[in-house]
């Protein structure tokens, strides 16, 4: 089978210097990791606004679909308007929504506030596409392997450093803390951010619909939108699950510790960035294939992981090499497509995947309270099996389909 795409007109590498590589791939991860701060705090948060285990598992639901929403109607932007001014704007409205939930006074009103967070902390994913208009043609795939290894970090971070804030301060000051953070980036990046040459006005409405013509147009384009919403419900439900786990005897741990099991997973998720110089090398396919089979493979040792923190150590390694490896291989075969509708490529992927993110938050603990963490990786297994079925499928003659 043919791993080739239609080509896409390169950067201007002049333009992706190294510093900015650097602040695109913090600004995205301080984006994104917004989504993620609760996810360490779900029993604590729970107990503090008087609400089950259960209940409060929604924060994290109601943020991923906000996210998913946003991504679908502000993400598309970013073809048509001056993206030096768009990502700063984003990251001073979900400064906002992060000020609202330090303020939060009940459950009803931090779920509002976070679904208003989903909406607003979008700016990582214009980010991404505007990354890759700026890269070079033969080293995208290295250069998108950065910024969204910075993704990577910024979600896993953003549990470890939840942990030990909230351990010590209490979980408002998290959001209270990501409020000026997202401040100080929107003013740097405002400054350091390239005037780009000026996009073709579209129409909004024909602008989101060309979304799905972009995808109907591209079986490359369907094929990895599918991979990527299974794999990505697979990472949300892992890590939420996680968290029950890790809170559920026999290890019973805080969530200063529960935190630290981010670092953990930091560890697969740097080893991860390298799988965009695969796709440079035109091994993007392959690639793929081996990583489906290694999140099979992942989830197998987490099940037999019961009651050895080391077994579960190298399992959560093994998910996040995988899973994320597996993510930027589909963002950079994407993005070679076209050069022309990036941000709305881009869309369509990060829509599906929140999509499937919500609804794995939801099916972990859905899974926890019908057959505990044998349910939860027995489920992995099953979607990895999945993943494996349509990945062969799908590599059965030329992916790209001219339009």
Known sequence: MSDSTSPAPGGDERHLTRGLLLLLAVSSGAAVGNLYWAQPLLEVIGADLHVSSGAAGWLITVTQLGYALGVLLVVPLGDMLDRRRLIP???????VALTACALAPSFGALLGALALLGLTTVSGQVVVPMAGDL?????????????????????????????????????????????????????LLLRRIPTLPARPRIRYATLLASVGRAVAHHRTVRWSLVLGALQFGLFTMFWTALTFFLSAPPYSYSVITIGLFGLVGLAGALAAQRAGALHDRGWSVAA????????????????????????????????????????????????????????????????????????????????????????????????????????????????????
């Open 89 to 95: 704007v984003m990251l001073g409205l979900s400064a």
């Open 135 to 187: 890269a070079a043609e033969h080293e995208r795939g290295r250069k998108l392997g950065v910024v969204t290894s910075g993704i990577i970090t910024g979600i896993l971070v953003s549990r470890t450093v939840s942990g030990l804030v909230a351990g010590t301060a209490g979980w408002r000051v998290i959001y209270a803390a990501a409020a000026v953070l997202a401040l100080a980036l929107a003013a």
């Open 288 to 403: 793929t294939g081996a990583g489906w089979a290694l999140v099979l493979v992942a989830f197998a040792l987490a099940g037999v992981a019961r009651s050895s923190v080391v077994l579960l150590v190298v399992a959560v390694v093994l998910v996040d090499v995988a899973i994320q490896g597996l993510n930027i291989l589909n963002a950079t075969r994407l993005f070679a497509v076209t050069g022309d509708a990036r941000s709305r490529l881009n869309t369509a992927m990060v829509t599906t995947n929140f999509v499937t993110g919500a609804v794995g938050s939801a099916a972990a603990g859905a899974l926890w309270s019908a057959g505990g963490w044998t349910a939860v990786t027995t489920a992995g297994m099953a979607v990895a099996v999945v993943g494996l079925v349509i990945w062969v499928l799908g590599r059965r003659g030329p992916l790209v389909v001219p339009v």
